[in-house]
């Protein structure tokens, strides 16, 4: 295996891990995320509970998806899901700004692997 197709599987891994792992808490209807959904004004927790179904299912296809092929538009997703699940750790919920700092890999981790299978940098139209 090539030094590229290691790079590729090992973050095919990571990637798919961490949707695994957030998909699984969210279908477990993981108490500690319902600030998140207050800081939106959502409040009922079996409404609460329905979207992090929703999510769970999500991530967990998303976790497979990534482990049988990466598909770019979904990696790009995964990408802006990770920033946006980070960044909403600090200002809508008790946590500090660090964790959202603690969380860049989640978004990190699939950018990466989009470039690395042939995304496009938008900027320039050019394949990296």
């Known amino acids: 295996m ?3 197709k290691m790079i590729e599987w090992i973050l095919r891994l990571g990637v798919a891990g961490e949707f695994l792992g957030h ?7 993981k108490e500690g995320w319902f600030k998140y959904f207050e800081g939106f004004g959502i409040s009922n927790p079996d409404t609460i509970i329905s979207i ?3 999510i769970g299912v999500m991530d967990i296809a ?4 990534v482990l049988f092929k990466p598909v770019r538009p979904l ?3 995964m990408a802006l899901w990770g920033v946006w699940t980070a960044l909403i750790r600090w200002p809508l919920g008790p946590d500090p700004v660090w964790d959202f700092f603690e969380r860049w890999a989640n978004w990190a981790a699939p950018l990466a692997l989009y470039y690395l299978v042939g995304g496009r940098l938008f900027l320039k139209n050019k394949k990296y």
């Open 23 to 29: 998909g699984v808490f969210a279908l477990q209807g």
């Open 62 to 65: 998303l976790a497979l998806i």
């Open 2 to 4: 090539n030094r590229n």
């Open 75 to 77: 990696l790009l997703w």
């Open 52 to 54: 992090l179904i929703l």
